[in-house]
């Protein structure tokens, strides 16, 4: 049987991981887990809910995130792709990620998906806390401002929103996600850091499938 690894990639916000990720997931025949949806959902459930941080711990039963095989989020057996994207949850994501027994279910259903490996998935945590035995664990960064630029290009097609407020969502979620007690974003000590500023999908994607090979050998 081919060897099948797991592969981490965390890092800022926007900074490019989930469109590695699921590229890499494509060419490797592996198992995409966007990670970040997951707690995108779960707040998308508090919001629809008007539930609180405090309140939303009484409810963690009734929420079940599941994902197709194309990467759908499902939220209740609901497509929320689209809607866990807006900025209404971007700007209350981080407030909800940084909530114990959210994260501590999230980690459980995360480790699952990890079980016959064969799985890629980006998030904050995944090299640190979720798959700490990770045979290969990249960091993404990039500049705010390049960050900022690309996300306002995306959004822009089907959202009301300006350049600077996704730059300052940008910033505001690293503070917190970096700040946070529980599990904080920070680069695994064994990650390899990829820059992407400068870089084209392409040559990140070239780069990443050699580090592959390498883990698998
Ligand atoms: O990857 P993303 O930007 O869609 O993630 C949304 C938020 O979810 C992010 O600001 C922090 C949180 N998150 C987290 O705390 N841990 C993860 N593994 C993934 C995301």
Known sequence: MTKKIIIAIDGHASTGKSTLAKTLAQQLN????????????????AVKNNLNAEQIIDHLDEISISFDVSGQVFLNEENVSEEIRGMRISERVSEFAAIAPIRHKMIQIQQGYGKDKGV????????????????????MSASPEIRAKRRFEELKLNQDVSYEEVLKNILDRDEKDSSRKINPLRKATDALVIDNSHQSKEEMLQYA?????KALN
């Open 30 to 45: 592996y198992v995409y887990i966007d990670s970040g949806a997951m707690y995108r959902a779960v707040t998308l459930f």
């Open 120 to 139: 890629v998935m980006d998030g904050r945590d995944i090299g640190t806390a979720v798959f700490p035995e990770a045979e290969l664990k990249l960091f």
């Open 209 to 213: 499938l050699k580090l592959v090979e």
